[in-house]
Every structure is written in structure tokens, then in C-alpha cells.
């Protein structure tokens, strides 16, 4: 079993900048994808960005250039730094890894941008 626990959401204004954290723990595959999702109010959850044990990177058109997406192996833990935050990136952020056909989620963390 894997469990993922995520931390560093809150409230900022907006052109301001937070830094989730997720940590995994237990039966971890070496090989994996990292990811975070996102789910807004009155809206689809969607992805965010993601990231493989090898470092390869894919983002949402959204917030490409301002979300930065990085892992570290050793801590079995991945970052979303988040940048110029706008009011529509407000929503609960859910980290998940996905290995050998399964798929592992934290219990998510809000992040809510002010105007």
C-alpha cells in the first residue's frame, strides 16, 4: 500500500506564489509518474502537471511557465512550485502516483488566489 500526504496550500493573493509538497510512503515501484491534479469549483478536475522517475515533464496549457514541477527520488517526494497565481488556479490539489496499473491519491489541499 502507498499513501500520499500533501502539504503547503492556503490563500494568497493573486501574483503570489505557494509551494506544494507531496510525500509518499510504503510500497513505492521505483518506476512511477508523480502528478497533481486540480479541481475547481463547478469545474472538471484536471491535470496539472506531471512528472516520471526519469524527470520527463508535462503541463497543463495553463500554467505552463508559471508551475514548475520537480521530484526527489530519494524522499520519494515531488514539488509544484506555483507562480503568478491567478484567481482561477483556486481549487483543492490533489497529488497522485500512478505504478504497474495502479494509482495512489493524497486527500488533497486547497489553494485559494484572492484578487
Known amino acids: 500500500q502507498v499513501q500520499l500526504v500533501e502539504s503547503g496550500g492556503g490563500l494568497v493573493q493573486a501574483g503570489g506564489s505557494l509551494r506544494l509538497s507531496c510525500a509518499a510512503s510504503?510500497?513505492?515501484?521505483?518506476?512511477?509518474?508523480m502528478a497533481w491534479d486540480r479541481q475547481a469549483p463547478g469545474k472538471r478536475r484536471e491535470l496539472v502537471a506531471g512528472?516520471?522517475?526519469?524527470?520527463?515533464?508535462n503541463y497543463a496549457d495553463s500554467v505552463k511557465g508559471r508551475f514548475t514541477i520537480s521530484r526527489d527520488n530519494a524522499k520519494n517526494t515531488v514539488y509544484l512550485q506555483m507562480n503568478s497565481l491567478k484567481p482561477e488556479d483556486t481549487g483543492v490539489y490533489y497529488c497522485y502516483l500512478a505504478a504497474r496499473g495502479r494509482t495512489y491519491w493524497g486527500q488533497g489541499t486547497q489553494v485559494t488566489v484572492s484578487q
Open positions: 510504503g510500497s513505492i515501484f521505483s518506476i512511477n509518474t
Open positions: 512528472i516520471n522517475s526519469g524527470g520527463d515533464t
